[in-house]
């Protein structure tokens, strides 16, 4: 984000300096975890736009080296906007370039596999996309509902596996392993393997991608199962922090509305808090600080390398949550280096 403006500002000092015109031409697509963007421009001596492509598809601009002048097909003047696109259009072609033409999305009810739905769709077609439920013991009535209308709302198939027998059979077999040692994490995440199992297991059957749904301040900080949630051939938002998926989920209602005339992603996903629903009553919230909190530190560990002792000073945090968050983004690097692309 940003990288457009970004790139301007460079080349408008080139053609200031030089006095000379400038003429910029990018690629268009998507190339494993790159997605080239497009937007070539021209500009004449005094570091002016006089000509502009699209973003993110290919296009055809003419340009008079002349009079200085050309045709300007400039799009998605707004940062978050053209984000979303960045998506549609890597999903797209790491999909088709792999050889796939179907994919396939656990449906959780949440916001994030909503968002990887709503993408997925604009990407290769609502007839391409299947989502699949699987509520476990511990799976609320409103997740299935909502991931059942969200489906609806898109248009694409839905599909219904209950988890539950399948995690009773797991720990009745791992139980005399087990016994003496209380009920942990272990237990919540064979609930999310036997997830991982079952989109794998339809996948293999139907030659169907599976897209991975976490998001990126999950993954930062390993809040997610290995060969669970994570399993996949594409994470499609694992580079997105949670706070800007609510704001890319808002841009999917305006692109996707249903006849009555509300967007395809249900309110209701907006404003209940996040879970994972692996034990009653579970929230994020249980583990991690809240995720406006937590993308901040995140932002200012990962992409602006501040220590944490320069974390918690700026953002007026207690530097014991700091060192924790950074501790948990420097323990996780095994999760992430298993991680499907992003």
């Known amino acids: 984000m940003g990288k457009r403006e970004f790139r301007r500002n460079v080349y408008r000092a080139a053609a200031r300096r030089y006095k000379k015109p400038v003429v ?7 190339n494993d975890q790159l997605v080239f963007d497009g937007s070539s421009f021209a500009m004449n ?16 601009v003419l340009f008079d080296s002349d009079l200085g002048s050309g045709d300007r097909h400039e799009d998605f003047p707004d940062e978050c906007e ?17 050889g796939f033409s179907k994919v396939l999305i656990g449906l959780s009810g949440g916001i994030d596999s909503s968002l990887t739905a709503a993408v997925a769709v604009e990407a290769v077609g609502r007839e391409n996309v299947t989502g699949v439920g699987m509520p476990g013991p511990f799976s609320s009535d409103h997740s299935v509902r909502d991931a059942r209308d969200m489906a609806a ?34 237990e919540e995440n064979l609930q999310s393997r036997a997830r991982g199992v079952t989109l794998m297991a339809l996948s293999n059957k139907t030659g169907a991608l599976v897209l991975t749904t976490g998001n990126k301040s999950e993954l930062a900080v390993g809040y997610c199962t290995l060969y669970g949630d994570m399993c996949g051939g594409l994470a499609v938002i694992s580079d997105v922090p949670k706070t800007m ?43 991690l600080p809240d995720y406006a909190v937590l993308d901040r530190i995140l932002e200012a560990y990962v992409e ?13 945090l207690p530097i014991e949550l700091v060192q924790d968050i950074v501790n948990k983004v ?13």
């Open 82 to 98: 053209a984000a979303y696109q960045a998506l549609v259009l890597g999903t797209r072609d790491y999909i088709r370039k792999c």
């Open 153 to 186: 709302n898109l248009g694409i198939r839905f599909e219904l596996v209950n988890i539950s027998g399948v995690c009773e059979s797991f720990e009745r077999e791992l139980e005399p392993l087990f016994r003496g040692r209380p009920r942990d994490v272990t």
């Open 24 to 30: 910029y031409v990018n690629q268009v697509g998507g």
């Open 245 to 287: 998926v609510y704001a890319l989920a808002r841009i999917a209602n305006r692109r996707h509305v249903t006849p009555q005339g509300h967007g395809a992603i249900p309110e209701s996903v907006f404003t209940k808090p996040p879970s994972a629903e692996l034990r009653a009553d579970q929230k994020d919230t249980d583990s």
């Open 330 to 342: 420097d323990r996780n690097e095994y999760k992430r280096q298993q991680a499907a692309p992003a």
């Open 45 to 60: 001596a005094a570091g002016e736009v006089v000509a502009v492509a699209r973003s993110f598809e290919e296009d055809l």
């Open 304 to 316: 602006q390398y501040r220590a944490p002792s320069e974390i918690a000073h700026e953002l007026e």
